[in-house]
C-alpha cells in the first residue's frame, strides 16, 4: 500500500527536487512531459516543462512522479498560475512511497470500461458491514466436510467444539434481529468478540492483516455510540466482563457466519468449568473456516435464492489509468453501495483499436458529495493485451523491465 511522507522527509524531498534538479514525470493523453523546478519550493512550486503541456487550466489536479535513489515517489498538485514556460502548483500536502500500483496514473481520452459483477450477488435482509468477504481455503480436517449437508455439518461443529468448550450457541440472523451487547457489536463490525479470558480485558491490537478482532479500542467506542459518557467508558467495559465472569463465564468467544457483505449469524463458543484451558487464536482461525463452509452450505441450500441479483452490466467513467490499474466513477446508488473493496469484476477496456477482456479487483473506494470513486487492479490479463494498453496509454514499447515490475519480479 503507499505509504504517505511524514513532514521532514517531504520538505527534505521537496527541497533535492530542486537543489539536484531531479525530473519529476508527468503523463498525458500518452505523451511524457518532464518538469523541473526553478525555484525552491516553499507553499508553491514553480515548474518548467521540457515542453508545452496542450488543454492546461488553472486547478487541474496532476498526479507527478520522480524517482528518488530508485525509490519512486508519487503526488498530486493543482494548478495556481501559468506564465509563459512557467507551471506553477499548490505545495502537496502529502508525498507517497511503497506504491501498491507498478506505474503513474494516466489520464486518457477514448478509453470506456464496462464491468459486470464475478459470480452471484444478493440483495439480502441480513446486517450488513462495509466490507466484502470473498471466502477463503478451510483447514486439513474441514476438507472432508459436504457442504450439501447442513444438518451433518452443524453436528459435525457441536461435535469438534465438544473438545475445547463447555457450551456453544449457532444463531442465524433470519428470523431473529441482534439484541445483546454481543450481537450488536458483530453486527455492525463483522469482527469476532474474543475474551481469552474474563478475568483480563478485550485484546488491545488485532495480529490479523484483514482486522478479525473487536478490540479494547472498537469496544469502548461503542460503548459511547449508546450513550455511555467518554468519562465512564473505562469502567462500563470492566464492568462488562466482570459481569461475565460472576455469570460464571471464564473464557469467551462469538465468531461472525460472514456471507459476502452480511452478517448472516454467529457462533458462540465459551467455557463454564474449571479444567478447560482458555481460548487461543487457533481456535478463531478453525471457527472462521467453519463459519465460511457453513455460509457456503447456506448458499448451496438455497437460503439466499430468493435474494439473487440479476448481473447486469454497468459502465464506469474512467479518470484515469495505469499499466496495473484504473481510478473509475459511478454515481451514488445501490449499486455503487455494493462495489465493496475485495469484490472482483469481469471487466471490458474499450479502445478505438482494441476490446480488452479481463478481470479486476476493487482495492480502494471513496466518495464525495455526487459520484463515487473505486480504484481497481487488474487481474488475469493476457501478456499482448496488456503490452497494448502499456503501450496505448504511455505512447512508448513495452520492454522487458517494464514487464518485470507488472509481474512483480523488481
Not at 89 to 101: A, G, H, T, W
Not at 153 to 164: E, M, N, P, R, T
Amino acid at each position: 500500500m503507499a505509504t504517505p511522507i511524514k513532514r521532514i522527509e517531504k520538505d527534505f524531498l521537496l527541497k533535492v527536487l530542486y537543489d539536484e534538479q531531479i525530473p519529476v514525470m508527468y503523463l498525458k493523453n500518452r505523451t511524457e512531459h518532464i518538469f523541473k523546478v526553478i525555484k525552491p519550493a516553499k507553499d508553491e512550486i514553480i515548474f518548467k516543462p521540457d515542453r508545452p503541456v496542450a488543454g492546461l487550466k488553472l486547478h487541474r489536479k496532476l498526479d507527478l512522479i520522480f524517482d528518488y535513489r530508485g525509490q519512486v515517489i508519487t503526488f498530486c498538485v493543482e494548478v495556481s498560475g501559468l506564465k509563459d514556460d512557467q507551471i506553477t502548483v499548490v505545495s502537496p500536502e502529502f508525498l507517497y512511497k511503497n506504491l501498491d500500483r507498478s506505474f503513474s496514473r494516466v489520464q486518457t481520452p477514448d478509453l470506456h470500461v464496462q464491468f459486470t459483477f464475478r459470480g452471484d450477488r444478493y440483495s439480502l435482509s441480513y446486517p450488513k458491514i462495509g466490507s466484502y468477504e470473498p471466502g477463503e481455503g478451510v483447514g486439513n480436517f474441514l476438507q472432508s466436510l459436504d457442504p450439501k449437508n447442513l444438518g451433518g455439518l452443524v453436528d459435525q461443529l457441536a461435535s469438534w467444539i465438544k473438545g475445547f468448550a463447555n457450551g456453544y450457541k449457532l444463531v442465524i440472523f433470519k428470523d431473529v434481529k441482534p439484541i445483546s451487547t454481543e450481537e450488536h457489536l458483530l453486527a455492525e463490525t463483522g469482527k469476532s468478540f474474543f475474551l481469552p479470558s474474563t478475568r483480563g480485558s478485550l485484546p488491545s491490537t488485532d495480529p490479523y492483516p484483514k482486522s478479525r478482532l473487536i478490540t479494547g479500542e472498537i469496544f469502548k467506542r461503542y460503548l459511547e455510540s449508546t450513550g455511555v459518557d467518554l468519562a465512564f467508558v473505562d469502567e462500563a467495559s470492566v464492568r462488562f466482563i466482570k459481569t461475565k465472569f460472576d455469570g460464571g463465564i471464564f473464557s469467551d468467544l462469538w465468531v461472525p457466519v460472514l456471507f459476502q457483505e452480511y452478517v448472516i449469524g454467529y457462533i458462540h463458543v465459551w467455557i463454564n468449568k474449571e479444567g478447560k484451558l482458555p481460548f487461543d487464536y487457533s481456535v478463531i482461525d478453525t471457527l472462521y473456516q467453519f463459519a465460511a463452509v457453513l455460509a457456503n452450505s447456506l448458499k448451496i441450500n438455497g437460503y439466499f435464492e430468493s435474494g439473487k441479483i440479476k448481473n447486469e452490466l454497468f459502465e464506469g467513467k474512467v479518470i484515469d489509468v495505469s499499466a496495473s490499474g484504473l481510478l473509475f466513477t459511478y454515481p451514488g446508488s445501490s449499486l455503487a453501495a455494493a462495489l465493496l473493496p475485495d469484490i472482483e469484476l469481469s471487466m471490458k477496456l474499450i479502445t478505438p483499436e482494441r476490446t480488452i477482456n479481463t478481470s479486476a479487483r476493487i482495492v480502494r473506494r471513496y466518495k464525495d458529495n455526487v459520484q463515487h470513486y473505486f480504484g481497481v487492479r487488474f487481474l488475469d490479463m493476457t501478456p499482448e493485451d496488456m503490452r497494448f494498453l502499456f503501450e496505448y496509454i504511455y505512447g512508448k514499447p513495452f520492454t522487458e523491465s517494464d514487464a518485470a515490475f507488472i509481474s512483480g519480479q523488481v
